[in-house]
């Protein structure tokens, strides 16, 4: 375990070594972000990780990712979001996301109100995300939807999922819902909702989520970017004191920045 000032074993500047954020929004995009895609990947490079993961709500980031990875030398990963941007659950948008290297396909965000879950293009595109290997996120869906998306990618033997930030507002998961869901897929914790600005949650919700999932179920990431944040990389530092803080080990936080992220990536 390490301390909030870091012991000898875990200096700040090897603290992110290896670790990947799944969950980054940058710039371009309709809403201010704080850093270009070359920027984050950059400054997340000079850190020693592994990977990010570029999201988007309004276009798809494959290409931008591919881009970023050449002009940087990390890896970056990009997906596509199915909001009305795109089409909704559009299979000929994972398709040729699949084709142009995009390993995530987030279900609606911002426009999951307005998307009706069609079994029969769901099925496509879960049958899309399996056979290209992809990752399979559940966006903003309600508990309920989730559950009917899991049951799904059950049926279709869909292993690659992960549902995104259980814990906010837009999604609330109860802790057995959250327990139920970590039967079939990771729980992917976001630091940004702990922030002002959005949800203000206490990180001591996010630690006992994690305590009675278990960590070996769990992802953390930051979904930071927005203008009003510090940047990505801050986020990851800020969120792994946090957790070490109240108490989770350090082969804890290394099983959920790095080992269990890197198992549905790569």
């Known amino acids: ?37 070359y920027e984050s990947a950059l400054e997340a490079k000079e850190r020693g990780m ?10 798809p980031t494959a290409g931008r990712a591919h881009l970023t990875s050449m002009m940087t030398g990390l890896p970056v990963i990009g997906g596509v979001t199915l909001n009305l941007n795109v089409g909704g659950l559009n299979p000929e948008t994972v398709r040729s996301t699949a084709l142009m290297g995009g390993k995530i396909i987030w279900l609606p965000t911002v426009h999951h109100q307005e998307i009706k879950l069609d079994t029969d293009a ?7 995300v399996k056979d290209h290997s992809m990752v399979l996120a559940t966006g903003h869906l309600s508990p309920p939807e989730i559950f009917q998306v899991l049951d799904l ?33 990771y729980l992917e914790h976001c630091w940004v909702a702990t922030m002002p600005r959005h949800d203000n949650l ?47 080990s350090w082969e804890d936080i290394k099983l959920m920045c790095q080992d269990n992220p890197e198992k549905l990536l790569f």
């Open 1 to 37: 375990m390490i301390s909030m000032n870091l012991s000898d074993e875990v200096k700040e500047s090897k603290l992110l070594d290896g670790f990947i954020d799944t969950h980054i929004h940058t710039s371009p995009d309709v809403k201010p972000r704080l850093l270009t895609d």
């Open 50 to 59: 592994r990977t990010i993961v570029l999201k988007s709500h309004v276009e």
């Open 122 to 128: 769901l099925e496509e595109i879960l049958h899309l």
């Open 153 to 185: 990618c059950h049926s279709l033997q869909v292993e690659k999922v992960m549902v995104n930030h259980p814990l906010t507002r837009v999604v609330g998961a109860s802790l057995d819902e959250q327990r139920e869901m970590a039967r079939h897929a």
């Open 202 to 248: 206490s990180p001591e919700v996010m630690f006992e989520a994690i305590r009675e999932v278990g960590a070996k179920h769990c992802i953390l990431a930051t979904d930071f970017g927005q203008a009003h944040n510090p940047s990505p990389v801050q986020g990851m530092q800020m969120m792994i004191a946090s957790m070490v803080k109240q108490g989770i």
